[in-house]
Every structure is written in C-alpha cells, then in structure tokens.
C-alpha cells in the first residue's frame, strides 16, 4: 500500500509541472483537429467509392 501511495504522491507531484495550454490555444488546436478529420474522412469516402465502383464496373 506504501507504494501505491508513494507512486501517487509522485504522479501528482509531475502534473504540476506540466505546462497546461491556455484556453485560446486549446480552442485553436482542437479546431485544427476536428478540420483535419473531417478532411481525411471525405477523403477516404470518396477514394473508397471511387474504388467500389471500379470494382462493379470490373465485376459486370
């Protein structure tokens, strides 16, 4: 039990040394996050249609 609370005592000793991001900076990188996903998504759904059809028109 002594090491468990030792292993805690030092996990929240480092958290306050971590260097949390400012709001303004969080909302910029989620945004940046959110595009990006949005983005990749359409993408691979446009390049797997592209790539059924391809197939339907081998397959016919």
């Not at 005592?9 to 959110?34: H, Q």
């Not at 249609?49 to 391809?54: Q, T, Y």
Request: glycine share 4%.
């Amino acid at each position: 039990m002594k090491r468990l609370t030792e292993f805690f005592r030092g996990v929240a000793r480092e958290m306050r040394k971590v260097s949390w991001p400012k709001r303004k900076e969080l909302t910029k990188y989620t945004i940046v996050v959110l595009t990006t996903v949005i983005i990749m998504s359409v993408f691979f759904a446009v390049v797997d249609l592209g790539i059924s059809e391809l197939i339907r028109l081998v397959i016919e």
